[in-house]
């Protein structure tokens, strides 16, 4: 046993030692580092600065692509719905666009009768059952007041 005290007595000499050795190197790493020139110091802390900016931005593309993942998966949901949508929209923008042209084919019709009229000198009688708002077609001087049409 006496044997086993020496050893373990040894060891932990060895390792005060050490300890103090490490200490030591410590301090004179950190009087060399503060020894060298601002220009090193500046370097060490700009690539800091860039590893950590790396970092950031690996993160950053990491959280975009999830994004880009979540919002492409939410997009097939999305179209599904979108299509039924655009195609009601687009039936009723036809059925709108066929009433236009109808009312346009109506008053191209009053124009040409009006004009015809015009030329043969006859004016329309004014008609006064029901209240209309007034429209005036500048094209061929017609005028539509009250439901009647003077030419």
């Known amino acids: 046993m006496p044997r086993a005290q020496g050893e373990g007595e040894v060891l932990r000499k060895k390792e005060a030692a050490l300890v103090q050795q490490i200490a ?12 060298q020139p601002p220009s090193v110091q500046q370097y060490k802390t ?3 600065k860039v590893a950590s900016m790396e970092d950031k931005h690996k993160s950053q593309q990491t959280e975009l692509q999830q994004t880009i993942d979540r919002l492409e998966k939410e997009k097939v949901k999305v179209v599904v719905g979108d299509e039924h949508m655009i ?3 687009k039936e009723q923008l036809l059925h709108k666009n066929l009433q236009i042209e109808h009312f346009q084919a109506e008053i191209d ?7 015809e009229l015009q030329v043969h000198g006859i004016v329309l009688p004014k008609r006064l059952q029901r209240a209309a708002p007034q429209i005036i077609i500048l094209s061929c001087s017609c005028h539509i007041v009250s439901s009647s049409v003077h030419c």
């Not at 190197?25 to 580092?33: D, F, I, N, Q, R």
């Not at 019709?109 to 004009?115: A, E, G, V």
């Open 87 to 89: 195609r009601r929209y």
């Open 109 to 115: 019709s009053i124009i040409s009768l009006c004009m």
């Open 46 to 48: 700009i690539q800091h």
């Open 24 to 35: 030591r190197l410590g301090a004179e790493l950190e009087e060399a580092a503060a020894q």
